[in-house]
């Protein structure tokens, strides 16, 4: 029997032996540099939500961080567990936009990074993921989200997505953006189509004291 496929994820099992050897060329630095000032310096709970072959949940494995990794395409899941084991990551095979399984565990993160992952969702599926993912923060946490602007490659499902509409999105969830920067891809297929990424930090606010 086929595994039905996760909204959003379309293209990426078909396409997973040529993405996973692009996307292990691409190093955090390169990735996040725009955004390492507003990581946390302390270890914390960190949750990657669409994590890929696992970059980004390594790199901060590697900081000390304890990261919760949520990846609904077993291709990439199960190369990501390969290439980065880790006792500090653990995987879920979970998506959104409910987070069913993550849902039931009632944790709470100091970072949630959602890396290329919200422009797969369609405007309904937006409006509803941004709550679930808002209740996934500490107080005092970090999110961090990009979205991609530029031609959709063949077999793949994204929308344009503004940043308006997503400052919007959380702010009424109430979380404050704190970067909003537009950066060139660093992969070099992609620059040559043109395309770009806004890079967007939200912040919870701390928990007042009484």
Same mark, same amino acid.
């Given at each position: ?6 909204? %959003?994820? =379309? ?5 997973? /032996?040529? !993405?996973?050897?692009? #996307?292990? %060329?691409?190093?955090?630095? =390169?990735?996040?540099?725009?955004? /390492? *000032? ?20 390594? /790199?901060?494995?590697?900081?000390? *961080? ?7 395409? +077993? =291709? !990439? ?13 653990? #995987? ?5 936009p409910e987070l069913a399984v993550l849902r039931t565990r009632s944790e709470r993160f100091d970072v949630v990074v959602l890396q290329a992952v919200w422009m797969h969702l369609d405007q309904a599926q937006r409006a509803r993921a941004m709550p679930l993912v808002a209740a996934q923060l500490a107080d005092g946490g970090t999110l961090l989200l990009s979205?991609? *602007? ?14 308006? =509409?997503?400052?919007?999105? /959380?702010?009424?969830?109430? !979380? ?19 395309? +770009?990424?806004?890079? !967007? ?10």
């Amino acid at each position: 029997m086929t595994a039905a496929v996760v909204s %959003g994820t =379309e293209g990426y099992a078909e396409q997973a /032996a040529v !993405l996973i050897e692009r #996307w292990r %060329g691409v190093s955090f630095v =390169e990735e996040h540099g725009v955004v /390492a *000032h507003l990581l946390p310096d302390l270890p914390g709970r960190v949750l990657d939500i669409g994590a890929g072959i696992g970059n980004d949940a390594a /790199a901060f494995a590697a900081m000390g *961080h304890s990261v919760v990794a949520v990846e609904p395409t +077993s =291709e !990439l899941r199960l190369a990501a567990i390969a290439l980065h084991p880790s006792a500090r990551i653990e #995987w879920l095979d979970d998506s959104l936009p409910e987070l069913a399984v993550l849902r039931t565990r009632s944790e709470r993160f100091d970072v949630v990074v959602l890396q290329a992952v919200w422009m797969h969702l369609d405007q309904a599926q937006r409006a509803r993921a941004m709550p679930l993912v808002a209740a996934q923060l500490a107080d005092g946490g970090t999110l961090l989200l990009s979205l991609r *602007h530029g031609p959709v490659p063949a077999g793949r499902r994204m929308f344009a997505v503004t940043a308006a =509409e997503t400052i919007a999105l /959380a702010g009424a969830q109430g !979380l404050a953006a704190v970067l909003n920067v537009v950066t060139p891809s660093v992969q070099a297929l992609n620059q040559c189509d043109g395309v +770009s990424w806004t890079r !967007l930090v939200f912040r919870r606010a701390p928990a007042q004291l009484d």
